[in-house]
């Protein structure tokens, strides 16, 4: 397992982006995505199950991408006996699933969800990506990832201070990007 901590220096993001291919997307993840809608999109890396979820929504005409993505199968996922009630164990079992479940590489994580997203958005001419990170450590990853890949591919995207819907300026937690 890779610590995130050695994931966040400049020397290791840059390396990342120098391999990362996101136009490379499987006929799986293809037919994954049009079979299911684009809204709930599964995928596999090492073993482990994934759902890549897309949640789509309209701002005075702009298609707007709600982006999450969790781990099905966690195997640190707690045990049902260690809750008194069940609603106590599903919110626990929701909360194994995304942030850092230390059971993956996230480089390859996020690769592969940054594919999905590529494709998924070109094909639906999504106009604003969200989404967000609770850990600080992820923040900053995804934060440093995201600016080095508009750079890097010239994406027709950039990374917003205000969050469009309510001009309230974005926490470290909440990103959000507009297609130019």
Same mark, same amino acid.
């Given at each position: 397992? /890779?610590?995130?901590?050695? =994931? =966040? $220096? ?18 799986? %993840?293809?037919?994954?995505?049009? !079979?299911? @809608? ?7 890396? %090492? ?18 991408? %709600? ?5 099905? !199968? ?28 230390? $059971? ?5 994580? =996020?690769?592969?969800? =940054?594919?999905?997203? !590529? ?6 001419? /999504? ?6 990170? %609770? ?7 995804? @934060? ?10 010239? /994406? ?23 297609? /130019?």
């Amino acid at each position: 397992m /890779i610590k995130l901590k050695s =994931l =966040l $220096t400049e020397e290791s993001i840059n390396a990342y982006l120098e391999s990362l291919d996101i136009s490379n997307i499987s006929p799986e %993840d293809i037919n994954n995505i049009k !079979n299911l @809608g684009g809204k709930n999109i599964p995928f596999e890396i %090492d073993g482990m199950q994934y759902k890549l979820e897309i949640n789509l929504s309209l701002f005075k005409d702009a298609r707007i991408a %709600d982006v999450k993505f969790m781990l099905l !199968n966690n195997p640190r996922s707690p045990k049902k006996s260690y809750f008194k009630t069940n609603q106590q164990y599903q919110i626990a079992v929701k909360k194994s699933q995304v942030g850092i479940t230390g $059971t993956g590489n996230p480089f390859k994580i =996020l690769t592969k969800v =940054l594919s999905i997203l !590529n494709y998924y958005v070109n094909e639906e001419k /999504i106009k604003y990506i969200t989404f967000s990170a %609770d850990e600080e450590n992820r923040q900053k990853l995804y @934060g440093k990832i995201l600016q080095k890949l508009i750079e890097k591919y010239q /994406i027709p995207y950039r990374q917003l201070s205000v969050n469009p819907l309510n001009g309230e300026s974005l926490n470290n937690e909440e990103f959000w990007i507009e297609r /130019i």
